[in-house]
T-cell receptor, first 110, second 111 residues
């Protein structure tokens, strides 16, 4: 069974620091996504990525956020200057006909 | 964003009985519908999907029904098992676009 992997599983950072969340999508997938879930809330779309560029992004995905596919396997989400409200579970997903989600990275901003 | 709504925050069912989870959406452009199961601190796990050209899709104990005119989909689990206890999310989208998730329904199956 193919799977999306994410590292780290838990990241604790201080407000104002930069964090990079890493994802390895399923190898033959072409569409990549980041979602997040703040505790007790819905899973929210952040950004979609196709053909080495952002294809869609939400209001949440402001200038503090960026995504990159630095090589053929990794897909990263960078938050330049974290805020308390960025604390959430961040899920990477990749897809063909079906979306596969990774196990998530729990980001805690203190 | 109320494009996708799961109006029941929780559902409690006896083992062996049917669980029915419901989801309503507002955008008629959505043509792809999925159900995910999620445990705490884990990523959503795909269960079953249906495209807009069908009104029913079945996979083992799981069946998804789509009523396009009512913009409503439901997930039936028969028979329910204690291991099915989790949060269930419906997610809707277009074939090559983003997914929009409902708020989730906590299903508890009692032995």
């Amino acid at each position: 069974e193919p799977e999306v992997t994410q590292t780290p599983s838990h990241q604790v950072t201080q407000m104002g620091q930069e964090v990079i969340l890493r994802c390895v999508p399923i190898s033959n997938h072409l569409y990549f996504y980041w979602y997040r879930q703040i505790l007790g809330q819905k899973v929210e779309f952040l950004v979609s990525f196709y053909n080495n560029e952002i294809s869609e992004k939400s209001e949440i995905f402001d200038d503090q956020f960026s995504v990159e596919r630095p090589d053929g396997s990794n897909f990263t989400l960078k938050i330049r200057s974290t805020k308390l409200e960025d604390s959430a579970m961040y899920f990477c997903a990749s897809r063909t006909n079906v979306w596969y989600f990774g196990p998530g990275t729990r980001l805690t901003v203190t | 964003d109320q494009q996708v709504k799961q109006n029941s925050p929780s559902l409690s069912v006896q083992e062996g009985r049917i669980s029915i989870l419901n989801c309503d959406y507002t955008n008629s452009m959505f043509d792809y519908f999925l159900w995910y199961k999620k445990y705490p601190a884990e990523g959503p796990t795909f269960l079953i999907s249906i495209s807009s050209i069908k009104d029913k899709n079945e996979d083992g104990r799981f069946t998804v029904f789509l009523n396009k005119s009512a913009k409503h989909l439901s997930l039936h689990i028969v028979p329910s098992q204690p291991g099915d206890s989790a949060v269930y999310f419906c997610a809707v989208g277009t074939s090559y676009g983003k997914l929009t998730f409902g708020q989730g329904t906590i299903l508890t199956v009692h032995p």
